[in-house]
């Protein structure tokens, strides 16, 4: 049996663990394919496998009615499906997987005939998966952290992973960091919803003897870089403390801390339910400089129940952090389907912010894909309502 992976520029990360969670495990032949065309050039007993967000959803339909027509089982997974499940099963797919996808994929490759596949009430312990697939040389990231504790209306990260972080373990992380150093791969990479927060009960507390422990044990094993408390492995401003950065910087080779701020106005942090105020952000970015970073801060724009004055407030505070050494990363507010603020309406960004945000980005202040993410509001918008 043929099991076709549909590789898009923004599913790897989700791809690459599926396949190792079943590689050698089932009797299937593991393909990648970037094009509809390369897919069709598999015999139509295949499976195609879809992870996809939810502004994919024009060009999927219009692939899975073709591979419908033809006769291939289609089956997805991801973002969007476990946001909209049932809307999924109406585009045609034969079985969609909700949450975690590692158990469900094996489980029905080995036979499970349901429909949809619920992996957000039963949860995977990372520890079980590998992170990726060295026999394939795929590698990614390491996911060290999956679950997020936190309620921010704008994110989704709470549905698809969960709220109760789980981590990986020590030993797994430098097991298979070991076998990634024996096909020459010596740079370490994690992803995580706060890296600073790995190791601890709450996801938020710091465990600093226990990011000693994993960074120098890496090192041990051969690693020559570790990047840490960088994308994508993005630090909540709650985490940031001395100890935590005095541990990391014995081992890592990033010279930033990426910490998300999203609004200089407490008004909108509280709307959004943030969990932190902007006193916290300033907070994290002095501990930060303290300890010869430089901190990279993410803030989000356009939120539709944004006034001019948050929006001053927010320039106010971005000009501050520039002011002391900070690089700003500029989003745009993206109504994403699951989510609080699905509902909410497209973001909001006015002419004149726009060019103080492009004036900043002319002098290399700030950077981010602020301006693409404004389209793509729209159209999720538009997505959000035909499904209303």
């Known amino acids: ?173 430098v097991y298979y960091s070991k076998l990634g ?22 996801g938020i507390t710091p465990n600093p003897p226990l990011v000693d422990e994993l960074l120098f044990s890496l090192k041990k094993v051969g690693i020559r870089e570790i990047y840490f408390g960088t994308f994508p492995s993005d630090v909540r401003p709650e985490s940031v403390t001395d100890e935590m950065m005095k541990v990391i910087k014995k081992y890592v080779n990033n010279k930033s801390i990426k910490i998300g701020a999203q609004s200089g106005s407490d008004e909108i942090l509280k709307k959004i339910k943030r969990g932190h105020d902007s006193k916290k952000v300033f907070e994290a970015v002095e501990i930060i400089l303290q300890n010869g970073f430089q901190p990279s801060v993410d803030f989000i724009f356009g939120f539709p129940f944004e006034t001019d004055e948050d929006r001053k407030q927010t320039l106010e505070m971005i000009k501050k952090l520039i002011k002391v050494g900070c690089k700003i990363h500029a989003h745009t507010f993206m109504p994403l389907p699951g989510t609080a603020l699905a509902k909410s309406g497209p973001a909001v960004v006015p002419e004149w912010l726009k060019k103080e945000l492009g004036r900043l980005s002319f002098k290399g202040l700030l950077d981010g894909f602020w301006q693409k993410q404004e389209d793509l509001s729209v159209k999720l918008w538009n997505i959000e309502q035909s499904q209303m």
């Open 181 to 202: 150093v024996e096909k020459g791969k010596y740079i370490v990479r994690f992803i995580s919803p706060n890296a600073f927060g790995y190791g601890s009960k709450d």
């Open 1 to 173: 049996m043929n099991l076709i992976f549909r590789l898009t520029k923004t599913n790897r990360y989700s791809v690459i663990p599926l396949i190792a969670a079943i590689y050698n495990k089932v009797d299937v032949k593991i393909h990648l394919a970037k094009s509809l065309k390369e897919i069709l050039s598999y015999p139509t007993d295949s499976i195609v496998a879809y992870s996809f967000m939810s502004f994919d959803v024009d060009w999927v339909k219009k692939e899975v009615e073709t591979l419908k027509a033809k006769g291939y089982k289609v089956i997805a997974g991801g973002p969007h499906v476990t946001a909209a499940a049932r809307d999924c099963i109406k585009l045609g797919f034969d079985a969609v997987f909700l949450g975690d996808g590692e158990k469900n994929l094996l489980d029905f490759l080995l036979g499970k005939d349901n429909k949809i596949f619920d992996g957000i009430t039963d949860r995977v312990n990372l520890d079980d998966y590998p992170p990726f697939c060295a026999d394939m040389n795929l590698f990614m990231p390491i996911e060290i952290t999956r679950g997020c504790p936190f309620s921010c209306a704008y994110c989704a990260t709470p549905l698809i992973s969960g709220r109760k972080p789980r981590h990986r373990s020590v030993e797994s992380i």
